[in-house]
């Protein structure tokens, strides 16, 4: 089928990139930059015959797709993994909720809109959207949803992000609720995602953030100790492989799948660094106990 894919350059993108065309799927990719798009289309010259970029700078933006979700043939399936990215919030509802917000449920205009071909969405969404911080959960199912309020979202950057996951969700759903349209939605909600970047790194500094763990304890960062810390992760290619088999299998059509594969820390991190010569540098506190988060025990 020929698919729309949004941030195919980014971490989880690229490997759903991989996996569509690799699946035999006509792509068109949205990328913020021309540079991005010649970079995609550099990576599968295998495939130059199934794989063209079209450029959305600001997918917050009005009508910021509607260009973008037309097409010749049409598209049958858009996986949105793109995110609004701003490295400044001045104002956390400005900068950081209302822009994710916008840039989920502004696609889902545009392709009702402008693409009634379209007939399956994917949404990459968090496990943030879905955990509770506060209160211990034996298993998680997609029946959940983190209980997070705007009022709360406001008070820290970090609140804002897990808020602005969840809000913009919230969104996503309640416009296939409300506006009824062609297509059906899912969504793809991971833990912490590791794995292979395939993208393009300018230096260390952008290698995206859950890796950034990774970075930081080989370049001895963390030296005086390894930060205490659990929680689950999942691998990128099984992230990219979920959104690709969620507009290939009608079953999914409406569900929510929380991915993950396991428990981890950081502990545990640094004593498997370790064994590879390179990073003895990594200081590894072999007291510290193998903890797992108590608001976290299981998915389901």
């Keep these: 089928m020929k698919v729309l894919l949004t941030g195919g350059s980014g971490f989880i993108g690229k490997h759903c990139l991989a996996y569509l065309l690799q ?3 006509t792509v068109v990719t949205t990328v913020r930059s021309d540079a991005k798009g010649r970079e995609c289309l550099e990576s599968y010259p295998e495939f ?7 450029i959305v700078e600001d997918m917050a933006r009005s009508g910021a797709f509607d260009k973008a979700v037309q097409s010749e043939p ?3 399936a858009v996986v949105h993994t793109a995110s609004p990215f701003h490295y400044n919030a001045a104002d956390r509802k400005r900068d950081m909720i209302d ?3 916008m840039g989920t449920t502004e696609i889902l205009r545009s392709i009702k809109r402008c693409a009634p071909s379209v007939k399956r969405v994917v949404i990459t969404s968090s496990f943030a959207a879905v955990v509770n911080f506060q209160q211990a959960i034996p298993v998680y199912t997609s029946d959940y949803w983190n209980p997070i309020t705007m009022e709360q979202a406001l008070t820290s950057d970090q609140l804002a992000y897990v808020g602005s996951k969840k809000f913009a969700e919230k969104a996503a759903w309640d416009f296939v609720e409300n506006e009824n349209p062609v297509f059906t939605l899912s969504t793809i909600n991971p833990v912490m ?3 292979p970047v395939t993208y393009r790194l300018d230096s260390l500094g952008n290698v995206n953030t859950s890796n950034a763990v990774f970075r930081d304890m080989i370049l001895g960062k963390m030296r005086s ?3 205490p810390n659990s929680f689950q992760w999942v691998d990128v290619r099984d992230v990219a492989l979920a959104h690709v088999r969620a507009i290939e299998v ?6 929510r799948f929380l991915a993950a594969a396991g428990p981890y820390s950081n502990h545990e991190i640094a004593k498997i660094s370790r ?9 590894v506190v072999e007291n510290l106990p193998l903890i797992h988060a108590h608001w976290l025990e299981a998915v389901d």
């Design 275 to 283: 064994k590879d010569p390179l990073y003895l540098s990594i200081r």
């Design 250 to 255: 009608p079953e999914a059509a409406g569900q």
């Design 225 to 227: 100790g390894i930060t």
């Design 193 to 195: 995602v590791f794995g």
């Design 99 to 101: 822009p994710a917000i």
């Design 74 to 76: 049409p598209f049958e």
């Design 23 to 25: 699946h035999g799927h």
């Design 48 to 54: 130059s015959n199934n794989l063209s970029y079209a």
